[in-house]
């Protein structure tokens, strides 16, 4: 890996952060997927939350919600040891169950500079999957989530909450919404979670060692591997690391390129201490910085996380402290990140460093630090009548309250010489300002009052101005009033009472200017097109905007346009003069039906995101858009062909995405599509795999689930595309592979489920790691055993939800009783396996004595299967399902780390060992010919037991040991009478106990009024 140094001329920085960006992306994006996401065992962490959460999850997808109670989960773990990263999976694993889903993350640190109620909005905004409303107060919204979502299945993450009035803002009350929702709450405090309303937790654990050394050698080394001669140091670091993915990246990024001496020297010092040893490892990589970088890493822990990484930029640009390459060696040593919304971003431990670095300047005196972010020191430290030493002071913030603002006059201001950057949010200033301020590079003035009361405030460094939620109009005396002849820089997110924008003449030097949310704009001055600097303009989500200045051609050095979520009706046909635009995103735009034919004569543009948009066809000359990269149309329901010049695309376009489209065909010219990597065609009506698809060399992806249209054989050329790594083709009417995709070597993710007009598979290549077929016509079993790389299994010809069974339909005499050849698993690497063909009969697990099986989840429905052999130590969920012919299980007792266990409609009447799965914490059984549970009072770790319509069973043993149970559900098994030990269970959460005998027993109402009281005394 080698250092970019990327020049950084004064002038526009949206060019150069790109640049940037995309650089250190295609640096570190792989280490970041591969060494952090995976390699925490995110798969087996994700099984344990969705137990938690009841959902059931079928072919590695979530397809089922149990209950129809609204469940609140926790999430909490040491910083830095993955919470978000288990969030963000999860909640990818299933929005598709939900009506409406939010992402809320960086709570605590976004709540430091953005009032409650603009989260809630966007809380909202997401639920609704509409543009933002606006909530004037905490209590609004909370009043408006409590009664509209009251009746709506949501999904909502609440990730970084740590104070318990943060967590009442968003879902104070369970009863705020509908039935079988979900909450999952993430936390440092796991006493925050110590409430009625969450009904279980998981405490995220250190990665284990070989993941460790994974994710080490990603920043170590680049790769995955230790390099030779450092296999032993490696592993030895590692070791004292214990499994923290902070740890493990710095000290990784920490020994970059570093000689053996020194790797040597870390190695001992980590052996002493380990915790007090990394943070010496931070602090060591913290000194190693240049000044500028260090200012700007510090900028970063006190005030910008969370921020637009390209805003920053254009002070610390001003200041000298050169950004771009500041940044990059920030991000390349892993004490700074770049958020998937391009926000910055560091874990919690290093911002602690940096704020523990600015309070050690004086610990006694805030007045003589850099920085004082903190509301109480910094206003106390206005507020001293002898301020001489504030003259220290380059960034300070206040923060109140909504309401009456809280005044400043000119003299506390006076002796902030070397102020750059002001936080004043719901605050006012008054008096003469004449000659200060005269540094002030960026004021963040949030919630400013209507009324402007300062005199002489000239501005003459600040670029950079903020008044983000506040009510100043086009008539604001601010804008005639401050002087700041170089701003290039204003953000007026929220401004609500702004039907009209001002006039812009005053700010020549303008390059940002972001507009979004802005609800009741209805015009844009037509001074905007006079300002011939202006890079980006952001209008997303003006939902009441419905046009836009007609002389907007004039803006020449614009490169980004969003418009996204307005009412805009049509493109000025001047936009052609445009020649620097890079991304035109109008996604959303539902007013918008046409595109002019000048946009093709821009020349510039890389990204065109039109998802939603009801535009009926694309201008004929899309293909003069010659750097054109990326192509959305997602959801354009009225497109119903591409035209024939987008093969002229072809030195350009990286992605495609097509789906939601009325598209049948694709045009012969996309064979020309050289360059393109990922194609999108999902839920579209493409009949036919395109005959040149073997052209398209360079394709990473093919997207092409639940094309219903889409039948017939994959064309024999595909065996050219040599790096594709995913082909999803579920849920269509695909009918056969060809033989030669065994020589694509680089395809990891074969995804065929269902495609029930598949009859047989060829030879795959070794390379998978996932793979997923299912087909009704597939009576041949596939030789799959040289997929020695495969992770993920999902293998049948029986639909699940076809095989619910009911009591009635036992019958021995139905269960086949021809053995067939045992069929063996046997891959190293598998970890998860979900089985239903009808032609398995015997299952069988042979791990030889050198393998270590990996397997943690196995899910087995099939009405044929009728022996399983061998299962592994490893097993962590266990799940039977339908399966009429399997009586007798083997003998559990080995499954020494099994914490689910599920009999769904099944014929097993024992389970042999049961007593000894001393980390179950789950057993599900329903429909099933069970007559016993010997060993279940034995079952100490045991949360939650459901027994229905078991009615062979006729007796529960005693469960008074049972002291961690949370969930009791007995229901229609008829013949059980009595619950012995129920009294004793003070665990107990939940009891639901119905069409049985003991329903009426005085044990199971005495519990339950037993359990109403506790709930109601916690809460």
């Not at 506040?470 to 009472?497: A, F, H, Y």
Request: proline share 4%.
């Amino acid at each position: 890996m080698t250092f970019l140094m990327l020049p950084c001329p004064h002038g526009s920085l949206i060019r150069l952060i790109s640049e940037l960006v995309l650089y250190v992306t295609r640096q570190l994006k792989k280490a970041e997927l591969d060494g952090t996401s995976l390699l925490v065992g995110i798969d087996n962490q994700v099984c344990e939350m969705m137990r938690r959460l009841e959902v059931d999850c079928r072919n590695g997808q979530a397809v089922e919600i149990r209950g129809n109670e609204v469940r609140m989960v926790g999430i909490h773990g040491a910083r830095g040891i993955g919470k978000t990263t288990l969030a963000k999976f999860v909640y990818n694993q299933l929005y598709p169950l939900f009506e409406g889903c939010s992402y809320l993350g960086n709570i605590q640190e976004i709540s430091q500079t953005e009032p409650l109620q603009h989260l809630q909005s966007q809380l909202v905004s997401e639920l609704l999957k509409q543009e933002p409303r606006s909530l004037g107060s905490l209590e609004e919204g909370n009043h408006y989530i409590k009664h509209r979502f009251r009746n709506m299945r949501v999904l909502i993450v609440l990730d970084d909450v740590n104070e318990r009035h943060h967590l009442e803002a968003f879902a104070g009350k369970l009863s705020w919404f509908g039935s079988r929702s979900r909450i999952i709450v993430t936390t440092r405090n796991a006493d925050l979670l110590n409430i009625p309303e969450v009904v279980a937790t998981y405490e995220v654990e250190p990665m284990e060692l070989d993941q460790s050394l994974r994710l080490f050698c990603r920043h170590a080394f680049g790769g995955t591997s230790p390099h030779e001669g450092y296999d032993y140091l490696s592993r030895r670091i590692v070791f004292t690391t214990e499994g923290l993915p902070l740890a493990i990246e710095v000290v990784g990024s920490f020994l970059y390129r570093k000689n053996k001496e020194i790797w040597n020297e870390t190695l001992h010092q980590l052996k002493k201490e380990p915790v007090d040893s990394v943070q010496q490892v931070l602090t060591a990589s913290y000194e190693a910085l240049d000044q500028g970088t260090k200012d700007i890493y510090l900028d970063i822990a006190c005030f910008f996380i969370g921020k637009d990484k390209r805003i920053p930029f254009y002070m610390w640009e001003d200041c000298g402290f050169y950004p771009c390459s500041g940044i990059e060696r920030l991000l390349l040593t892993s004490l700074v990140k770049i958020g998937e919304n391009n926000e910055l971003s560091m874990y919690d431990l290093l911002r602690d460093l940096g704020r523990e670095i600015v309070y050690k300047e004086d610990p006694a005196k805030p007045g003589r630090r850099s920085r004082l972010w903190n509301h109480g020191e910094a206003l106390s430290t206005l507020r001293r009548k002898e301020v001489k030493g504030t003259r220290r002071v380059q960034a300070l913030c206040l923060k109140f309250d909504n309401g009456l603002p809280y005044c400043f006059t000119c003299e506390e201001f006076r002796s902030l010489s070397k102020l750059r950057f002001l936080k004043l949010d719901n605050a006012n200033i008054g008096g003469d300002f004449t000659n200060l301020l005269s540094n002030l590079r960026w004021l963040d003035w949030r919630g400013c009052p209507v009324t402007y009361e300062a005199m002489n405030l000239h501005l003459k460094k600040l670029v950079i101005l903020d008044l983000s939620w506040s009510k100043v109009t086009q008539n604001w005396g601010g804008w005639s009033q401050i002087k700041m002849p170089r701003l290039k820089v204003l953000n007026l997110t929220g401004c609500n009472e702004m039907l009209v924008t001002p006039n812009f003449s005053g700010y020549p030097l303008l390059e940002m200017l972001i507009l979004e949310r802005c609800f009741q704009l209805v015009k844009i001055d037509p001074s905007i097109c006079r300002l011939r600097l202006l890079v980006s303009l952001n209008l997303k989500s003006c939902s009441n905007l419905c046009e836009l200045p007609q002389e907007m051609g004039y803006m020449e050095a614009l490169q980004e346009l969003l418009i996204d979520g307005t009412s805009i009706q049509e493109i000025p046909k001047s936009i052609a003069h445009m020649e620097k635009l890079e991304t035109l995103s109008a996604s959303n735009c539902y007013s918008l039906t046409s595109l002019p034919n000048s946009i093709c004569s821009i020349e510039a543009l890389s990204l065109l995101l039109l998802d939603n948009v009801k535009i009926p066809e694309l201008p004929n000359s899309i293909g003069s858009l010659v750097k054109l990269k990326r192509l959305s149309l997602r959801g354009c329901q009225r497109i119903q062909k591409l035209p024939e010049s987008i093969g002229k695309l072809g030195s350009s376009l990286v992605e495609l995405d097509i789906s939601g489209t009325l598209i049948s065909e694709l045009p012969n010219s996309t064979r020309n599509l050289q360059l393109l990597r990922v194609l999108k065609m999902e839920r579209c009506h493409v009949r036919k795999f395109p005959s040149a698809i073997g052209r398209l060399r360079k394709l990473e992806e093919i997207h092409a689930s639940h094309c219903k249209s889409l039948g017939g054989s994959i064309p024999s050329t595909i065996h050219n595309l040599q790096f594709l790594k995913i082909l999803i083709l579920g849920y269509s009417c695909v009918s056969s592979l060809p033989p030669s995709i065994q020589s694509l070597s680089h395809l990891q993710t074969l995804d065929l489920l269902p495609c029930d007009n598949l009859e047989t598979l060829p030879m795959l290549p070794s390379s998978l790691t996932c793979l997923r077929i299912c087909s009704k016509k597939m009576s041949t079993i596939p030789d799959i055993q040289n997929l020695v790389e495969l992770e993920d299994l999902s293998f049948g010809n029986e639909n699940p939800k076809e095989l619910i069974i009911p009591h009635s339909a036992f019958d021995p005499a139905s269960t086949l009783t021809n053995p067939r050849t045992l069929w063996p698993i046997r891959f190293p690497k598998l970890k998860s396996l979900e089985l239903s063909h009808s032609q398995i009969l015997n299952l069988g697990f042979e791990y030889g004595s050198a393998c270590v099986p990996q397997l943690k989840k196995v899910i087995l429905t099939g009405t044929n299967l009728q022996g399983v052999s061998g299962l592994p130590s490893s097993l962590s969920v266990l799940s039977i399902q339908a399966c009429l012919s399997l009586k007798r299980l083997p003998t559990v007792q080995n499954l020494i780390n099994l914490s689910e266990l599920e009999l769904l409609n099944s014929a097993v009447e024992e389970i042999k060992g049961l007593g000894e799965l001393k980390r179950l914490e789950i057993l599900v059984m329903s429909y099933c010919r069970i007559e016993r549970l010997d060993g279940l009072s034995k079952l100490r770790s045991l949360k939650r037991l459901s027994l229905k319509n078991c009615n062979s069973l006729d007796r529960l043993p005693n469960i008074s040991d049972l002291t961690m149970l949370k969930v009791l559900e007995i229901h229609q098994c008829s013949r059980i009478c009595n619950i012995e030990g129920l009294e004793v269970l003070t665990s107990l959460e939940e009891l639901h106990v119905s069409e049985c005998e003991a329903e009426w027993s005085s044990r199971v109402r005495h519990a339950q009024k037993s359990i109403r009281k506790r709930l109601r005394t916690s809460s």
